[in-house]
């Protein structure tokens, strides 16, 4: 299971799953645009995106992570369909991301909600027996 939806009261709280570090963070970006549209992407464009995030620990590097995609979403009407590389480096205490993804023009499908923010309302990221787990409450 790549992420499941949990209970909340008026915004929308998952919990994603990976084998990697790499893993979960492109399973909350998946994840976070289901919440929108529960459904395939068909059409792929490919995009490539760099960038870096300095401090603010795992759930700061998670947030920034999220927040280029929602920009992106919101911006230039930019829909995930699939993270196909994503690397993560750490130094001291320093995350560096790079990601390269494909997707389709958002307009192309019909979204059921909308994504706001990304919030650090009981967001974490940790690791468990060897796995990797993000919880992330988004505001709609």
Do not use: P
């Amino acid at each position: 299971m790549k992420f499941e939806f949990l209970e909340h009261t008026a915004d929308i709280k998952f919990q994603a799953f990976g084998k990697s570090l790499e893993e979960v963070f492109a399973n909350s970006a998946l994840a976070m645009f289901n919440s929108m549209f529960d459904g395939k992407v068909k059409r792929k464009k490919k995009e490539r995106f760099s960038f870096q995030l300095e401090g603010g620990g795992l759930e700061g590097a998670l947030y920034s992570f999220l927040e280029e995609f929602l920009v992106l979403f919101d911006s230039k009407g930019f829909f995930l369909g699939e993270i196909k590389k994503l690397k993560i480096e750490e130094k001291s205490g320093a995350y560096f991301i790079e990601c390269e993804f494909v997707g389709d023009k958002a307009k192309n499908y019909k979204i059921s909600l909308d994504v706001k923010a990304i919030t650090y309302s009981e967001m974490f990221v940790k690791q468990e027996k060897g796995k990797w787990i993000s919880q992330v409450v988004l505001d709609v």
